[in-house]
């Protein structure tokens, strides 16, 4: 079994950065791939961004590239997801996941509770 417990969300305004953060207990937390989803209401859960339980790979969805950074620190049990330019469509609950690199939410082996983002104009 695998925790995963987020923090980090709240209210940004428009432009603004927030940093999410994730950090795992349980097994070994280098074994997997990290991948940030988001869900907004009435939409779809989407994946945000990917993380390869090496660290050399990475994946962005195409709206937050140039935008959103997911790195993660072996040694804390931890992932980020900096996000920066915030936009008003990038409010959703996010939630953190540990599974295949660039799972679908389908193939996630565990999730997190998830944490609410809301940008305001």
């Known amino acids: 079994q695998v925790q995963l417990v987020e923090s980090g969300g709240g209210l940004v305004q428009t432009g603004g950065s927030l940093r999410l953060s994730c950090t795992a207990s349980?097994?070994?937390?280098?074994?997997?791939?990290m991948t940030w989803f988001r869900q907004a209401p009435g939409k779809e859960r989407e994946i945000v961004a990917s993380v390869s339980w090496s660290g050399i790979s990475t994946y962005y969805t195409d709206s937050v590239k140039g935008r959103f950074t997911i790195s993660r620190d072996d040694a804390k049990n931890t992932v980020y997801l900096q996000m920066n330019t915030l936009k008003h469509e990038d409010e959703a609950v996010y939630y953190c996941?540990?599974?295949?690199?660039?799972?679908?939410?389908?193939?996630?082996?565990?999730w997190g509770q998830g944490t609410q983002v809301t940008v305001s104009s």
């Open positions: 996941a540990a599974g295949p690199y660039r799972s679908t939410s389908a193939h996630v082996q565990y």
């Open positions: 349980g097994r070994t937390f280098s074994n997997y791939g």
